[in-house]
């Protein structure tokens, strides 16, 4: 089963803009994961958050962590084109070493 | 970083076919490796947890018979879809756990698995 939400399901921004994504989850975690795919592809892990950080940047990556409303946010600032792709959370439902459990995913359209 | 390598890519047979994925962790050890089954515009979702030198553990609703896990090495781990038919195609992924940091599981590329 899926463990939460990803919102918007879909992205469509200009080069440049800020692209913000949010994902719920339902149980109690570790920590969360957010991941990138391209089309047909594997994914590549872009940044962890643990349950006791709210917030940790990587780059141009900005993730926020709201245990308490068992949320989360991803925010891409100065988009490119090469970061049109599909952006999944993944969470280890509180248990470390088990298997990922991921939300729907937010497919990201940059256009230049 | 750690890599993890799936093959082959892309698999097109016909129906009745057997098909076996391979799943490697290049240059780490990995106890534990997950599959994942993946449709088109869809997440991902659990199949099942390999585990070294055990039995793998199938979540609900997969046929262990028809989609055969074997881990016979630390860094090799197998997913067989016997006697496949077209309703088994789709994109399937590996995940492998560096020990002993656990997370984040390191993915292969995919194999996109397409039965005629």
């Known amino acids: 089963s899926q463990q939460g939400e990803e919102d918007p399901q879909a992205l469509s921004i200009q080069e440049g803009e800020n692209a913000t994504m949010n994902c719920s989850y339902k149980?109690?975690?570790?920590?969360l994961q957010w991941y990138r795919q391209n089309s047909g592809r594997g994914l590549v892990h872009l940044i962890l958050?643990?349950?006791?950080?709210r917030e940790k940047h990587s780059g141009r990556l900005r993730v926020t962590l709201d245990t308490s409303k068992k949320s989360s946010s991803l925010l891409i600032t100065a988009s490119r084109a090469a970061d049109t792709a599909s952006y999944f959370c993944?969470?280890?439902?509180?248990?470390?070493?088990?298997?990922?459990?991921f939300g729907k995913g937010t497919t990201l359209s940059v256009s230049s | 970083g750690a890599v993890v390598s799936q093959h082959p890519s892309w698999v097109i047979c016909k129906s009745g076919t057997s098909v076996k994925i391979e799943c490697r962790s290049l240059d780490f050890q990995a106890t534990t490796m997950f599959w994942y089954r993946q449709f088109p515009k869809q997440s991902l979702m659990l199949m099942a947890t390999?585990?070294?030198?055990?039995?793998?553990?199938?979540e609900q609703g997969v046929e262990k018979d028809k989609f055969l896990i074997n881990h016979a090495s630390l860094t090799l781990s197998t997913l067989t879809v016997t006697s496949a038919h077209p309703e088994d195609s789709s994109f399937y992924i590996c995940?492998?756990?560096?020990?002993?940091?656990?997370?984040?599981?390191?993915f292969g590329d995919g194999t996109r698995l397409s039965i005629l």
């Open positions: 995940s492998a756990i560096r020990q002993p940091m656990g997370q984040p599981q390191h």
């Open positions: 993944a969470t280890d439902a509180g248990q470390a070493g088990t298997a990922l459990i």
């Open positions: 149980t109690s975690i570790n920590n």
């Open positions: 390999s585990n070294e030198g055990s039995k793998a553990t199938y």
């Open positions: 958050i643990r349950s006791n950080e």
